[in-house]
């Protein structure tokens, strides 16, 4: 009959804590008085630190060294006294679980006779490691190995070219490269809006493409189900194909301007479920190519010069699905 057993307690990876004689004394105290339902069962701590916080990753083994339970525990600071006493009360606890259910299991079979075969044994099957909370770091990271793709759709009104307001779609990916970080590539076809700005007459076509890199901050809420943060930085290039409205001159001729950009940007991105997600997004570019456009007229119609501007403002709104 298996009689309970005081378990092993084992630090691993100290160095990070800044009050280590402390934090030993606390998870010893913590689990003083609990008991394994058979000896060698060990009960593991292990620190470790990312930025300005420290997690703790407490994990209960059996006497074959199967894991049992799994929990990780994350704060800011230096000191690791209140981790070790949490992660040593939910192992007390998770150790009565355990005495308990081992008493209320049923005697096993008498053995068989010599001449007959044992029965087969069940395969147990471990308990899974429990997931990461998404409140863990600053940063939205999935488990090693999964890693999301996006696509998605949207609007864009954008600002501060020579040719007035441009709007048109945009078709954009977000591919996760890891620890939370993205990669967005994203490609827009516009026209200026007739009627917003016809100071200068000037109507255009524009193509270009987009590339940032972002962190997703992730709010503290059951994944899928809230409102995420991107914060990016990326540049951007295209080309104007430019048209001048024939009430300006009789024949007039412009350059076809190229465009080069670069500037922080920032989406919210509001889950709906189903992997569908509503997106809102601004974006805010120095302008590097500022070349201007001269408007030559025929007869007493005078040669004009349109400038863009420094800066180039977007404001996007569209629609992403999460393939995976």
Request: glycine share 10%; net charge negative.
């Amino acid at each position: 009959m298996d009689v309970p057993e005081a378990p092993k307690i084992v630090i691993e990876r100290p160095a990070p804590c800044a009050d280590l004689a402390k934090a030993e004394e606390l998870l010893d105290r913590a689990l003083a008085p609990a008991l394994a339902p058979r000896g060698a069962w060990s009960v593991i701590a292990r620190f470790s630190r990312k930025g300005a916080s420290l997690t703790v990753e407490g994990e209960i083994t059996d006497e074959v060294g199967a894991p049992v339970a799994h929990r990780a525990l994350t704060q800011p600071g230096r000191e690791c006294a209140s981790l070790s006493r949490a992660v040593g009360v939910w192992a007390a606890l998770v150790l009565d679980a355990e005495v308990e259910r081992a008493a209320r299991a049923p005697p096993p079979p008498a053995q068989p006779a010599p001449y007959d075969p044992p029965p087969p044994s069940p395969l147990v099957e471990a308990p899974p490691e429990e997931k990461p909370v998404p409140e863990a770091s600053l940063l939205l990271a999935h488990s090693q190995g999964e890693r999301t793709l996006e696509l998605g759709l949207s609007m864009f009104l954008m600002g501060g070219t020579a040719s007035g307001v441009i709007a048109g779609p945009t078709l954009f990916g977000v591919v996760e490269a890891g620890r939370g970080w993205f990669f967005r590539p994203a490609l827009f076809f516009g026209q200026t809006l007739d009627g917003v700005d016809a100071s200068n007459n000037l109507s255009a076509s524009l193509v270009e493409a987009r590339f940032d890199a972002c962190g997703r901050i992730a709010g503290f809420y059951i994944e899928r189900h809230g409102i995420q943060l991107d914060v990016c930085g990326g540049v951007e290039g295209g080309i104007s194909h430019i048209d001048v409205s024939a009430t300006y001159a009789q024949r007039a001729e412009v350059d076809n301007p190229a465009l080069f950009a670069a500037g922080p940007s920032m989406s919210l991105r509001g889950e709906l479920g189903n992997g569908l997600a509503l997106m809102i997004r601004g974006v805010m570019d120095y302008n590097v190519i500022r070349e201007t456009l001269v408007i030559r007229g025929e007869g007493t119609s005078p040669n004009t010069d349109v400038s863009p501007s420094v800066l180039l403002g977007r404001g996007e709104v569209g629609l992403s699905w999460q393939l995976r």
